[in-house]
């Protein structure tokens, strides 16, 4: 089973970057592809990136030139660098991960506010 946890989330301003980490543990191999996610306050949950196992990656325009998503298999974490923050980029972040079984697997979330 696959555990990931979130971290990095929290309180910038407008302009400003931060750097999202997702730890991975249990049944890294399996995994074919991870993504990034984040949900705003009264809407639905967004993809924002994805990375497959191969490191092809993809990402939402609003995003595009701003934000980089990464893995690191050696520390068996992936990442989501953001800069250039915008108020509308505050949600809740979560990870997550597609395993080549079809399971699919989120952690708990990281909560970034950009403040204006």
């Known amino acids: 089973q696959v555990q990931l946890v979130e971290s990095g989330g929290g309180l910038v301003q407008a302009g400003g970057s931060l750097r999202l980490s997702c730890a991975v543990s249990g049944g890294i191999f399996s995994i074919s592809a991870m993504g990034w996610y984040r949900q705003a306050p009264g809407k639905q949950r967004e993809v924002v990136a994805t990375i497959t196992s191969s490191g092809t990656t993809n990402y939402i325009d609003s995003v595009k030139g701003r934000f980089t998503i990464s893995r690191d298999n050696g520390k068996n974490s992936m990442y989501l660098q953001m800069n250039s923050l915008k108020p509308e980029d505050t949600a809740d972040y979560y990870c997550?991960?597609?395993?080549?079984?079809?399971?699919?697997?989120w952690g708990k979330g990281t909560l970034v506010t950009v403040s204006s």
């Open positions: 997550n991960a597609y395993l080549k079984t079809g399971m699919l697997y």
